[in-house]
């Protein structure tokens, strides 16, 4: 492995990312079951990086889970959008965050749609004014939020309280990257470091200490595929891909799992367990499972946010063996208390406990 | 040049995603539709090019064309600049208008679709959220998720989230203003239109099975078939 | 008899033809080279297709035919400009030279397609995979192991990499990829006869005198093997073994192998160098970004400037019997302007 | 299908290094024409079992050389060994032979049950 032609790759790929003023849109996915995930980035955006983020409490799902398990029209997911960019407009921002990748792989597409078929984009200014008297302009910079994390990786880096090192061994941490197939897949320019070795999550592992491990199935898909996974008769394809990926990185000995989309951070986390529960098979050393992280949680553990506080205890496959590599004091009595330090019940089988 | 060929063409995304195969197998490849499922999305493009009508009609009544995950990893690599996805999608969508959805065990599953993450959508203005993820109709969620649920106001408050609070935050109760707004786009630009088509064929295909039908929710008999049923004939390699 | 001064662009094949035949029929030549040495990229192929004789023996053909008193080499010589004044021209070099000429002929031939650029092979990223100018190198120097020492028991070769591909910018075919990766599969079989050889083909082009009857001796004689399927990805496995993603498309299924050593088939595009002899000149060019001849039938040496002539692969990809055939109907037609003058 | 109502499926990518191809080897070795083939498809366009059924002879030689056994031995049985294929070959082919010659290397072989 050669990092020096990876790095030739990368420059090719030298996205822009703004630096201040962004509109914020949330994940469906990431808000419902990785909610410190995205408080993580807003506290660091505004209270760390003293950035201006803003969240209008009227802005929706894009619609895309639906979409792309074909329920929803082009038409209608394109007039979605169009209403956020109009509380954009209206809220006097040009530059979008967006904190799920199927999200930002529509805007991303739709924003191609509208350049080669320009009747699209006067249909969707009909359709949005019609529906709801709003009107729009096309940002000027969109941004997945890893893209704006990576952006600011040195200045995190630069206040890092723990670096992605093994305390025991001194060696860096073992890290794979899963990127999430919209985010650069559908249009490589639009992804840090293109569509086959992007550089959004590598970069934030380098820049944090740790090692990227590349294994023969990185590129795959999670398994997620939309229609195959929210149908239960269907799962049997999306467990088959996540057991794919996990039999392919098993080797390289991971300590860990860092994801760019929300979806693919859940369905990584989750099928650990079903495939644990089917047949007793496990992918990490010792008959452990691999924590999976999201670059909001691993952030929040390099800046020395309290794991709990991330919700790292939400996950099936707890953290507790990441936690001990990388030597942080974590209180164990504090993990599932309320905000006020109430005791709550324990959660019982979960994973690496 | 026949009928249905003309249909798809007016989707855009079947113009993108169609320019011409030269049948390399180089989405097939990576495809992990391909790997599951009796599945081969170059053969989809190749019939389709061809134009021929009985045979879209035929894979509009299939299973194929609802095997696909829309991962959307067979436009990264073609060589001739087609996609394979946007293909497929286009195909779903004509399925649907034409009401052969019903026809495959695939098909009829996007009632199930339809009533679960298009109705969270009118909802709660969210297509998934914490409170519509029901552990029984997802036990691979673990015994983690039974917990969140059960403690979810706990969970949230510490996490600095905002569960159908007012204002911003994570997950927080999405305005009337907003969701009557979303209720309008769909409206106007055919979303609700295709509900009702899924709606209406569902209905028809329900009385067809014998099966008792709601016309909401998901406690019915022809809602639990559509969502669970698999007649073990999508993968010849798993008999 | 002094027939007229022609400056001949590129020391190439093309070139180097065109020049000895034209200084044959009296003309004064100038022949520009950019490099230290003429020959262009025969200089680094060990053998030739598809009788395998020695690069070097066409080489020796084309330096004998420049030795000739009517031509003038210039090495190491680029073009800055060209003067056009009713067809009589003035090329000024990089180091100060003019040089006054009564036509032109451009033999500024192709570069090889960078392999980096196909992102999915890795090549420059993961060990032992090669291009095949790579190999032809390893044959040269005998060296054919990999980067641990040992030698690749199982070999693939992947095809038009570069070649028929929007997403690389060329939907051409390169015509010459698939002679060449079938030749290399025998050599790398007299050298490794143990070792197993695929090639990832989409469609077997062996259009040449003899191309198909090579094509079937490395089934016959070497047991080579053909798997139709475009390769999607490569990746690195844990033991650093390659492994290759390809859907065997005439048994519908996707594959996945392991493999020691990937070859890759780089195609041909018009050269860097050709593209701003291009510019000086104000030379047309196709969609193929190759220069554009005035008809493709009867003037496939012909270009949209008076005067100015086109020899060998700056107008398409051509092997090296069609380059020089290409280069004596450029003299042919370069003899019938002068004569018109 | 355990209370998750689904299971983990088989997949159907050929896996090149897993697969046995001793069958290819034994064929190989006692008709040499088999290297030849350039799966044109004339013998699966003449061939009667191919018309009437979704049997493919040119699809099974392929996957003998993958070593497919599993889908190899379901679908030899299918041919009825008349030879027409062996006609139409361009290639000389002598394609009813090496269905004969994997018969032969199943039954000689303890892995397989045919």
Request: glycine share 8%.
């Given at each position: 492995m050669n990092i020096e032609g990876k790095k030739r790759i990368w420059s090719d790929y030298q996205k822009e990312i703004a630096d201040d003023h962004f509109f914020y849109v949330r994940s469906c996915i990431r808000q419902s079951f990785f909610p410190g995930s995205e408080q993580f980035f807003l506290n660091l955006m505004r209270n760390i990086l003293k950035k201006d983020v803003y969240e209008n409490p009227a802005h929706t799902t894009c619609t895309g889970i639906a979409y792309h398990s074909d329920i929803v029209p082009s038409a209608t997911i394109m007039t979605v959008i169009a209403r956020h960019f109009a509380l954009m407009k209206e809220s006097g921002y040009k530059n979008i965050a967006i904190s799920c990748v199927t999200s930002f792989g529509l805007y991303t597409e739709i924003l191609e749609t509208w350049k080669h078929f320009p009747k699209e984009l006067e249909k969707t200014r009909e359709y949005l004014f019609k529906a709801t008297g709003r009107e729009f302009d096309i940002p000027e910079n969109i941004a997945h939020t890893s893209d704006i994390i990576y952006k600011f990786r040195d200045e995190i880096a630069n206040k890092a309280k723990n670096t992605l090192v093994n305390k025991e061994t001194g060696e860096p941490l073992r890290i794979v990257e899963h990127i999430g197939c919209h985010y650069a897949k559908m249009f490589p320019k639009s992804g840090v470091g293109g569509a086959e070795f992007p550089n959004v999550l590598s970069g934030m592992v380098e820049a944090w200490g740790g090692k990227v491990i590349d294994y023969p199935e990185r590129r795959h898909c999670c398994g997620f595929g939309f229609r195959q996974y929210l149908v239960q008769a269907n799962r049997g394809y999306s467990v088959s891909n996540t057991e794919k990926k996990f039999s392919s990185m098993k080797p390289f000995m991971p300590d860990m799992v860092l994801t760019n989309c929300p979806g693919c951070t859940m369905f990584m986390d989750k099928w650990q367990y079903t495939i644990k529960e089917m047949g007793g098979v496990t992918y990490g050393a010792d008959g452990e499972s691999v924590p999976v992280l999201t670059y909001e949680e691993l952030a929040g553990l390099v800046l020395g946010d309290n794991p709990w506080d991330l919700g790292l205890q939400y996950h099936m496959v707890q953290s507790e063996p990441l936690l001990k590599k990388l030597g942080l004091e974590f209180d164990s009595t504090d993990k599932y208390k309320t905000k006020n330090g109430k005791q709550m019940p324990i959660p019982k089988n979960l994973i690496n406990v | 040049m026949g009928k249905l060929y003309d249909l798809l063409l007016e989707d855009v995304r079947f113009e993108e995603g169609l320019k011409a195969c030269m049948n390399?197998?180089?989405?097939?490849?990576?495809?992990?539709?391909?790997?599951?499922?009796?599945?081969?999305?170059?053969?989809?493009?190749?019939?389709?090019?061809?134009?021929?009508?009985?045979?879209?009609?035929?894979?509009?009544?299939?299973?194929?064309?609802?095997?696909?995950?829309?991962?959307?990893?067979?436009?990264?690599?073609?060589?001739?600049?087609?996609?394979?996805?946007?293909?497929?999608?286009?195909?779903?969508?004509?399925?649907?208008?034409?009401?052969?959805?019903?026809?495959?065990?695939?098909?009829?599953?996007?009632?199930?679709?339809?009533?679960?993450?298009?109705?969270?959508?009118?909802?709660?203005?969210?297509?998934?959220?914490?409170?519509?993820?029901?552990?029984?109709?997802?036990?691979?969620?673990?015994?983690?998720?039974?917990?969140?649920?059960?403690?979810?106001?706990?969970?949230?408050?510490?996490?600095?989230?905002?569960?159908?609070?007012?204002?911003?935050?994570?997950?927080?109760?999405?305005?009337?203003?907003?969701?009557?707004?979303?209720?309008?786009?769909?409206?106007?630009?055919?979303?609700?239109?295709?509900?009702?088509?899924?709606?209406?064929?569902?209905?028809?295909?329900?009385?067809?099975?014998?099966?008792?039908?709601?016309?909401?929710?998901?406690?019915?008999?022809?809602?639990?078939?559509?969502?669970t049923a698999n007649n073990g004939t999508h993968n010849a390699h798993d008999t | 008899m002094m027939n007229g001064y022609v400056v001949v662009i590129g020391g190439g094949v093309a070139g180097m033809e065109a020049a000895g035949q034209l200084a044959e029929n009296g003309c004064l030549v100038t022949l520009l080279e950019k490099e230290d040495i003429t020959g262009g990229h025969l200089n680094n192929w060990h053998h030739l297709f598809p009788d395998r004789r020695n690069g070097n023996e066409v080489i020796e053909y084309l330096h004998k035919h420049i030795e000739h008193d009517n031509i003038t080499l210039l090495k190491n010589t680029i073009i800055d400009s060209v003067e056009n004044s009713r067809n009589k021209f003035i090329i000024k070099t990089t180091l100060g030279k003019e040089l006054n000429a009564d036509a032109i002929v451009v033999a500024t031939g192709f570069d090889l397609f960078r392999s980096e650029r196909k992102e999915e092979y890795g090549y420059g990223i993961y060990d032992n995979v090669l291009t095949s100018a790579d190999l032809e190198n390893r044959f040269g120097t005998s060296d054919l192991s990999l980067k641990n020492g040992e030698l690749p028991g199982r070999i693939g070769f992947v095809h038009c990499v570069g070649s028929r591909d929007e997403k690389a910018g060329n939907l051409y075919c390169s015509k010459l990829c698939c002679v060449t990766a079938v030749k290399q599969a025998i050599e790398l079989k007299e050298y490794l006869p143990e070792s197993n050889v695929f090639c990832f083909y989409m469609d077997m082009r062996m259009g040449g005198a003899l191309y198909e009857e090579l094509y079937m001796e490395s089934q016959e004689k070497y047991g080579v093997n053909f798997i139709r399927g475009k390769v999607s990805e490569v990746g690195e496995s844990f033991n650093n073994k390659l492994i290759v993603k390809v859907e065997d498309t005439l048994a519908g299924r996707p594959l996945k192998m392991e493999l020691d050593m990937l070859v890759l088939m780089a195609g041909m595009e018009i050269s860097e160098g050709s593209r701003k002899v291009g510019l000086a000149l104000n030379l047309k060019t196709g969609e193929n970004r190759f220069f554009a001849s005035i008809d493709n039938h009867y003037g496939s040496n012909r270009s949209n400037i008076k005067g100015v002539f086109y020899a060998g692969s700056c107008t398409a990809p051509m092997n090296i019997t069609e380059t020089i055939s290409h280069a004596r109907a450029a003299v042919s037609e370069v003899m019938n302007y002068l004569k018109k003058c | 299908m355990g209370k998750f109502g689904y299971t983990i499926s088989k997949g159907r990518q050929i896996d090149y290094e897993s697969n046995d191809r001793s069958v290819a080897e034994y064929i190989y070795d006692n008709e040499p024409s088999f290297r030849l083939c350039i799966e044109c498809g004339c013998c699966s366009a003449t061939c009667t079992t191919g018309n009437l059924t979704k049997f493919s002879l040119r699809e099974l030689q392929i996957l003998i050389k993958r070593g497919e056994n599993e889908h190899v031995q379901q679908n030899l049985k299918k041919c009825m060994l008349c030879g027409k294929c062996i006609l139409v070959c361009p290639r000389g082919v002598n394609t009813r032979n090496v269905v004969i010659l994997a018969k032969q290397a199943y039954q000689k072989s303890d892995n397989y049950a045919v």
């Open positions: - | 390399c197998g180089v989405c097939t490849a990576i495809c992990p539709a391909a790997e599951f499922y009796d599945y081969d999305p170059r053969k989809i493009v190749d019939t389709v090019q061809k134009k021929d009508e009985e045979e879209i009609i035929e894979l509009l009544k299939s299973e194929t064309i609802w095997y696909c995950g829309e991962c959307m990893s067979c436009k990264t690599r073609c060589p001739r600049g087609n996609t394979p996805g946007f293909i497929i999608m286009a195909l779903r969508t004509l399925s649907q208008k034409l009401g052969y959805f019903t026809e495959s065990e695939k098909g009829r599953q996007q009632l199930a679709i339809k009533r679960t993450v298009g109705e969270n959508i009118f909802k709660y203005g969210y297509c998934a959220a914490t409170y519509a993820v029901n552990p029984h109709m997802h036990p691979e969620q673990g015994p983690i998720w039974e917990y969140i649920l059960e403690n979810s106001d706990d969970v949230f408050e510490r996490l600095g989230g905002q569960i159908n609070g007012i204002g911003t935050g994570p997950l927080r109760k999405i305005p009337q203003e907003a969701l009557d707004e979303l209720k309008k786009i769909f409206e106007v630009t055919g979303g609700t239109e295709l509900f009702e088509t899924i709606e209406k064929h569902s209905k028809i295909k329900a009385s067809e099975m014998g099966l008792q039908f709601n016309s909401e929710g998901t406690d019915n008999d022809y809602f639990v078939e559509v969502y | - | -």
